[in-house]
């Protein structure tokens, strides 16, 4: 009988911690986070980023495998497993077709504000469902709430009907919502806003958590090409106290409210802790804004990192106590990456890249053909509208059909240097095979309702920008679309996984893992390595 006993524990003692169903998801998302960040800072992350890549699975190879790599394409992939193609959310903002109105893609003219703040914003634009419909569907008593600083992350990720999305308000210091989802604040949202968290959290400050030496590995403090913060681009940055709630969006501080927020929310709503499954969706929108304004090789977003890194660490270790270690799984991702800074690749890389001013080398030129082919064809009206439509009559008119006129749009357009390929709508709504480079990725991003008339594909490590500093992302290239994907619970497996998947995986593995059912018609397949 001892015998028996002992080996009945020997083998209990290989049964994963996570036994059953989890009582709490963590869906995390990175704004801008780029997949190489873990390899280029692993060491220094030893919190909640350590936990996640050191004891959790990690796909190394993971993209986002479409064009329009922005926040809220990002975040309605995460939250829907569908491309944009399928979600509708085709980038931040489109032009309507019949219209020519410009529409940002969560924006709801009668979603009012809450307690006279917020408001304006609401799924509405959201042509599919999320994570959480499909959890709440079959359990209608879970609860599902999502935090940001940006609405269009929050909005994206909850999906259709979910109990709470909340984001910040710079003007207030505190969260936000809009009548689509309460008419009222609850109480603990009203207490946080009132609570004066940037005066009591935020420093004179922002400062270096390592040591100099371990920045200056990456390159300069002060470039000319980051972003000035008052007088200067390197640390340490002072904040103006008037203006704390306003200047914590561009530093590691507008996350940590937002993290602060989420473990209220799991408090007062009691997340986790009811016997059924609740989802917790949390974006952190500051390394996007750093990114942004620094570029991706900056002290700033390793400082960032590092901070966020102990951040998690707080809200894991509270879960930990809370929820109950067993009981809750952690995905984090990010809706997008971003390009390195142009003239950091030119000097520091020997990378051939450039930035191109707007205004002087690509609108004025886009202008000037479609004034060009006016004349040529002698219409009444202009040939390119707003960047993204042809005017086929005026064509018809001069005896071109479509194509014909399509191929003078291309040929002017491919004069300009920033562009090295162009997509036309005939292209974009099929899936007939072609040879062209990323055209796959172009048409995973296309909505054909919402669609322009034409894509162009920017010349790779190159940016169009408005401004001579910073940095964007919104193209193909991998600097772009490889984003991190990792998964934790107590007890999983730690392994790297090297073949390829997309962000649309990470919703449907999370539904099956916690055991819920979801469309059939989705991009994103469960992950064998989770959801077995």
Request: proline share 6%; hydrophobic share 35%.
């Amino acid at each position: 009988m001892k015998r028996i006993l002992s080996l009945f524990l020997l083998l209990a003692s290989f049964v994963p911690a996570q036994e059953s169903k989890p009582t709490l998801i963590v869906l995390i998302s990175i704004d801008q986070m780029r997949a190489d960040y873990f390899e280029r800072y692993g060491k220094y992350f030893t919190g909640g980023f350590g936990r996640l890549y050191n004891q959790g699975i990690v796909y190394t190879n993971a993209d986002l495998n479409y064009a329009t790599s922005e926040t809220g394409p990002g975040h309605a992939t995460l939250g829907t497993g569908c491309f944009p193609w399928k979600s509708g959310i085709q980038g931040n903002e489109w032009i309507e077709v019949h219209t020519l109105n410009d529409t940002y893609c969560v924006s709801d003219s009668t979603a009012k504000p809450v307690d006279g703040i917020g408001g304006g914003f609401s799924p509405r634009n959201l042509m599919v469902t999320a994570i959480g419909d499909w959890l709440k569907k079959e359990s209608p008593q879970s609860k599902v709430i999502t935090v940001s600083s940006k609405d269009r992350a929050a909005i994206l990720m909850g999906g259709k009907h979910p109990d709470y999305a909340f984001w910040y308000g710079r003007s207030v210091g505190g969260m936000v919502t809009s009548d689509y989802y309460t008419k009222s604040l609850p109480g603990w949202v009203k207490r946080f806003n009132a609570s004066q968290w940037a005066e009591k959290n935020v420093p004179e400050q922002w400062t270096k958590s390592l040591p100099d030496a371990e920045y200056e590995k990456i390159g300069p403090d002060e470039f000319k090409a980051e972003s000035r913060w008052n007088e200067d681009t390197s640390f340490p940055h002072s904040f103006t106290p008037e203006k704390k709630n306003e200047q914590i969006m561009g530093s590691p501080y507008g996350d940590k409210i937002i993290v602060d927020f989420a473990m209220e929310a799991v408090k007062n709503e009691k997340l986790g802790s009811r016997g059924i499954t609740d989802l917790l969706c949390i974006s952190l929108s500051n390394c996007d804004y750093v990114g942004h304004a620094m570029g991706p090789d900056s002290h700033e977003i390793l400082d960032l990192l590092v901070k966020v890194d102990g951040y998690l660490e707080g809200l894991f270790s509270f879960l930990d106590t809370y929820v109950g270690k067993n009981k809750y799984v952690v995905a984090l991702s990010a809706d997008h990456a971003v390009c390195p800074l142009p003239e950091f690749n030119s000097t520091f890389r020997n990378v051939s890249a450039k930035r191109y001013n707007y205004k002087d080398d690509v609108k004025s030129k886009i202008d000037s053909l479609s004034i060009s082919l006016k004349n040529e064809l002698k219409a009444d009206d202009e040939i390119i509208h707003k960047n993204a439509f042809i005017n086929y009559s005026a064509g018809a008119q001069a005896g071109l059909d479509s194509i014909q006129l399509e191929q003078k749009v291309r040929s002017g357009l491919l004069s300009i240097e920033a562009y090295v390929d162009i997509f036309f709508r005939r292209e974009l709504v099929t899936r007939e095979p072609s040879s062209k480079p990323y055209i796959e990725k172009y048409r995973n991003s296309y909505f054909a309702p919402r669609g322009e008339d034409f894509q162009y594909r920017i010349r790779e490590n190159c940016i169009i920008s408005s401004r001579t500093y910073g940095s964007t992302h919104g193209s193909p290239y991998a600097y772009d679309t490889h984003i991190p994907v990792l998964f934790w619970w107590n007890g999983a497996p730690p392994q790297k996984i090297s073949r390829p998947v997309f962000s649309a995986d990470v919703a449907p593995t999370l539904a099956k893992f916690a055991g819920f059912s979801f469309p059939k018609n989705l991009d994103g397949v469960p992950l064998p390595e989770i959801s077995k």
